[in-house]
């Protein structure tokens, strides 16, 4: 069939409709087989809508029209694929033909009537139709025409006896002159940034969320980084990252407290003997947090891959909505934008949440005397409903036992 329906793909089970979010082709456009030609939002993620055959773009859902799953965004017609590669030069016969436009003889419905810029035109100069004669076809006042036309000249008024002097008016008030521009900039807000705003706004609400903090001494996995990380870059090809570390602590700490790693459901509490652990991105439509699944399985090695590729999808918005659902716990590093310090708020239906900030070096206490140690600031995030206070200051010390001990953890004693 010459026309193919574009129709808006299932992006999960418990999606039934999606928004459009920006076509990145033009109606009218040629596009390609597979070719990205629209991008696609749900309350969880962007994603690509792909083109399934190559031809000429017809866009019938527009920005933000809110779609169901299985409805037709867009066709193609593609016998049109590579039309305007064929296109051949106009015959002699019709070339010739084109110039050729009759002007009808004599006085016709056009005759004396200007054209909308004409008449635009001739009102500003004042300047009346009897007096132009049209250029155009029948007699049609033309631009041209009224661009040409001389306004009439005013008549000279007689002299007027001279009037007493007015009295000078008031000078008005002086506005000081604002320096810089004053533009004021509006874009649709994303399906996807709505309903972060309002999970965001919800968890404030319906939990009763605390925060607790402790401090982390760096310096051994510092140290750790600095021996092996050539040799771990030239093994598995990719930089040894302070995340694989943080990751591996808190999966290990995560089965030593199971409720830190639990969740409300109903009038039930549920925990679980694995953890999926997930991890804040920053992508250009928003924060994502993709999950890795069984990290309390994995070796830091392995983290470390799967943090590489799930941040890689989420830079080029490929992250699927599977690889963004079912997280038990989540790490959020504010570090490396420079925050030294915050709250961070609950991912839902997650009990808790792990806040990095940046390594700074500060003077601490070691055995007695005062040394300059890399320093970073550690901040949990729980729900008190299912978490209390020692179960949370004890899980986030664990984590900095594990940090400042990495043998430790390594050895998992």
């Known amino acids: 069939m010459p026309i193919i329906d574009v129709k808006i793909p299932s992006p999960g089970e418990s999606i039934t409709e999606v928004e459009i979010g920006n076509w990145l082709k033009a109606d009218g456009d040629q596009v390609e087989v597979d070719e990205t030609i629209c991008e696609i939002e749900t309350d969880k993620a962007t994603l690509p809508l792909v083109a399934e055959a190559a031809g000429a773009l017809k866009i019938l859902l527009q920005n933000g029209e809110v779609a169901s799953v299985g409805a037709v965004a867009a066709q193609i017609d593609t016998d049109a694929a590579g039309a305007s590669a064929g296109a051949t030069e106009p015959a002699p016969e019709a070339e010739a033909a084109a110039p050729k436009a009759p002007t009808p003889a004599g006085d016709s419905y056009a005759s004396g009537h200007p054209s909308p810029a004409a008449a635009k035109l001739m009102a500003e100069k004042g300047v009346d139709a009897a007096s132009i004669s049209g250029s155009g076809p029948g007699g049609r006042i033309t631009k041209q025409d009224a661009q040409s036309a001389e306004p009439p000249q005013p008549s000279t008024p007689s002299p007027e006896p001279a009037a007493a002097p007015a009295a000078a008016p008031a000078e008005p008030a002086v506005t000081p002159a604002i320096a810089g521009g004053r533009n004021q ?77 639990g969740q409300i459901s109903g009038d039930e509490i549920v925990t679980f003997d694995y953890v999926d652990m997930g991890i804040a991105v920053s992508a250009p439509k928003g924060l994502m947090v993709p999950v890795i699944r069984n990290a309390e399985s994995l070796s830091i090695p392995e983290i470390e891959t799967e943090i590489l590729r799930l941040a890689k999808r989420a ?56 040394a300059i140690r890399p320093v970073m600031y550690l901040a949990l995030s729980y729900d008190h409903r299912i978490i209390d206070g020692q179960q949370s200051v004890s899980f986030l010390f664990r984590v900095k036992e594990y940090l400042e001990n990495p043998a430790r953890m390594l050895l998992s004693v």
């Not at 997280?327 to 991912?347: A, D, E, R, W, Y």
């Open 315 to 370: 830079r080029e918005n490929k992250l699927s909505i599977e690889e963004m659902e079912g997280g038990t716990f989540s790490i959020t590093n504010g570090g490396v934008f420079g925050s030294m310090l915050s709250t961070p708020i609950l991912n839902p239906p997650q009990s808790a949440i792990l806040g990095m900030h940046n390594i700074v070096e500060r003077p601490i206490a070691v055995n007695g005397e005062v």
């Open 185 to 261: 900039n509006r874009e649709r807000m994303s399906r996807l940034r709505r309903k972060l705003s309002e999970r965001l706004v919800a968890v404030k609400n319906e939990t009763a969320m605390l925060t607790t903090f402790n401090e982390v001494d760096m310096k051994a996995v510092f140290d750790l980084r600095s021996t092996y990380k050539d040799k771990f870059e030239k093994k598995h090809g990719l930089r040894l990252g302070f995340m694989g570390f943080f990751v591996k602590a808190c999966s290990q700490a995560l089965m030593e407290f199971p409720l830190v790693n």
